[in-house]
């Protein structure tokens, strides 16, 4: 089930080369064990919900590190790699605040895809941190925080770099995945409260 859901996202993000399915899924799953080799399941609901985990982490993946192969074996003859470099450094900010204020001001469906995309990113990412106690409290924000920038310099490095993708390296977007790993530990506490709450009512009842 899960590889054909692989087999889908990869088509949906228009990579559809034999290449780019064999290496992504690759990677994704070298990392992914990496992260939750430690995580101990033990009734059915943990099972569905480390499912939802690994399908969300698929999407993150994809999103934020997939890699077009493909372009590196085949297409890499005759590209403007001077000018390809060229728009990553006019297009990379290191200013606060700056691409936000933009995305805010002119407003348009892709600005604000962009600036909640980058909220929500990893607000789940945190969440499922903490359900499967892969991290503490204490240092989910910073792992986190750490998340989102080896993100930042993975796209630039790798895939921009060696890729020649098109994607870029902004403080702004470590900003917003850090407002979004807030939220997620923020609905991870009312979740929790609110299941200490429902057990407090079950033990009463039973009591």
């Given at each position: 089930m899960i590889l054909l859901f692989y087999i889908f996202i990869i088509t949906f993000n228009g990579l559809v080369n034999i290449y780019d399915l064999l290496t992504n899924i690759l990677l994704f799953n070298v990392i992914?064990?990496?992260?939750?080799?430690?995580v101990?399941?033990?009734?059915?609901?943990?099972?569905?919900i480390f499912i939802?985990?690994?399908i969300y982490a698929w999407i993150l993946y994809i999103l934020a590190i997939g890699m077009n192969i493909n372009f590196w074996?085949?297409?890499?003859?005759?590209?403007?790699?001077?000018?390809?470099?060229?728009?990553?450094?006019?297009?990379?900010n290191f200013i606060p605040f700056r691409t936000i204020v933009s995305q805010v001001s002119h407003f348009s469906f892709y600005n604000y895809e962009q600036l909640f995309g980058n909220?929500?990113?990893?607000?789940?990412?945190?969440?499922?941190?903490?359900?499967?106690?892969?991290?503490?409290?204490k240092k989910s924000f910073l792992i986190m925080l750490y998340f989102s920038l080896s993100i930042?310099?993975?796209?630039f490095v790798i895939i921009d770099a060696m890729?020649?993708?098109?994607?870029?390296?902004?403080?702004?977007?470590?900003?917003l995945n850090a407002l979004g790993s807030g939220l997620g530990i923020v609905i991870y506490q009312i979740l929790k409260s609110f299941e200490k709450g429902l057990l407090i009512i079950k033990n009463k009842m039973i009591s």
């Amino acid at each position: 089930m899960i590889l054909l859901f692989y087999i889908f996202i990869i088509t949906f993000n228009g990579l559809v080369n034999i290449y780019d399915l064999l290496t992504n899924i690759l990677l994704f799953n070298v990392i992914f064990f990496f992260i939750t080799k430690k995580v101990i399941l033990n009734k059915f609901l943990e099972y569905i919900i480390f499912i939802v985990f690994e399908i969300y982490a698929w999407i993150l993946y994809i999103l934020a590190i997939g890699m077009n192969i493909n372009f590196w074996i085949f297409d890499i003859r005759g590209y403007q790699v001077v000018e390809h470099l060229h728009i990553l450094v006019n297009s990379t900010n290191f200013i606060p605040f700056r691409t936000i204020v933009s995305q805010v001001s002119h407003f348009s469906f892709y600005n604000y895809e962009q600036l909640f995309g980058n909220i929500i990113l990893l607000a789940p990412l945190c969440f499922f941190f903490l359900h499967f106690n892969l991290v503490t409290m204490k240092k989910s924000f910073l792992i986190m925080l750490y998340f989102s920038l080896s993100i930042e310099i993975i796209q630039f490095v790798i895939i921009d770099a060696m890729f020649f993708g098109h994607r870029v390296i902004d403080i702004d977007d470590i900003i917003l995945n850090a407002l979004g790993s807030g939220l997620g530990i923020v609905i991870y506490q009312i979740l929790k409260s609110f299941e200490k709450g429902l057990l407090i009512i079950k033990n009463k009842m039973i009591s």
